[in-house]
């Protein structure tokens, strides 16, 4: 198993594989746009993180900027019907803790924006990957009036839920909710997100 390549950086393919050299041979390698950014310029030394894909047909080196995100990568191909090249199109789409948040907060829209990924595919996948990915936030239970535990419902998911209600597409909340706190008055974060829904700062 090829878990990481050091060396230099001879292309960067417009199709998201880059070719790396080591020891003069040449690794072609399946990278998201992020960590092709930044990993810089040809001909300069680089550093990745690196995922064998082997099957009977083809050996696929895919490439990571780090661990975290190759970690990211073997918990997605690990469920159901993700593939390496799925996985790194969602990875493409949403980085680590863009991915967490949103399996923690049952966003289905925002793993629909991945191209392939329909709701049922992304319903199954919040399910698969509650149990194999480190969530932030754990969920708050509160005591009610009659003393019922209950699991309190997080602000992110209330102001999503806000946005659904005025009309709002999923990617545009999603676009928004990105760059806002995950706790806080709902209220005045409902009021921030409609200043830049509103100005088109997402």
């Known amino acids: ?18 070719l790396i050299e080591v020891g003069g041979v040449g690794y072609r390698v399946s990278v998201t746009p992020s960590t092709s950014v930044s990993l810089g310029e040809p001909d300069q030394e680089v550093f990745i993180h690196t995922h064998l894909s082997v099957r ?30 799925l996985g790194l199109a969602i990875l493409s ?23 392939g990924v329909g709701k049922k ?9 509650k149990s194999r990915l480190d969530l932030p936030d754990t969920p708050v239970v509160v005591l009610t009036d009659d003393g019922e535990a209950v699991v309190a419902a997080s602000a992110r998911t209330d102001l999503r839920s806000a946005l659904e209600g005025l009309g709002y597409a999923p990617d545009e909340i999603h676009a928004v909710l990105v760059d806002l706190p995950s706790e806080g008055d ?14 088109g700062v997402h």
């Not at 990481?4 to 998201?16: A, K, N, P, V, Y």
């Not at 080196?61 to 191909?77: M, P, Q, V």
């Not at 789409?93 to 191209?115: K, S």
């Open 56 to 85: 009977e047909d083809s050996q696929t080196l895919y490439g990571f900027a780090t661990i975290d995100e190759r970690r990211i990568f073997e918990s997605l191909i690990s469920a159901h019907g993700v593939g390496p090249s």
């Open 93 to 115: 789409v949403h980085g680590p803790d863009a991915l967490r948040r949103a399996v923690a907060d049952d966003d289905i829209a925002a793993l629909c924006l991945v191209p």
């Open 186 to 199: 709902v209220s005045e974060l409902l009021k921030d997100a409609l200043r830049r829904l509103a100005s």
């Open 1 to 18: 198993m090829i878990g990481s390549l050091r060396g230099r950086l001879l292309d960067r393919g417009h199709d998201g594989e880059l």
């Open 121 to 129: 595919t992304a319903a199954r996948l919040v399910m698969e990957l």
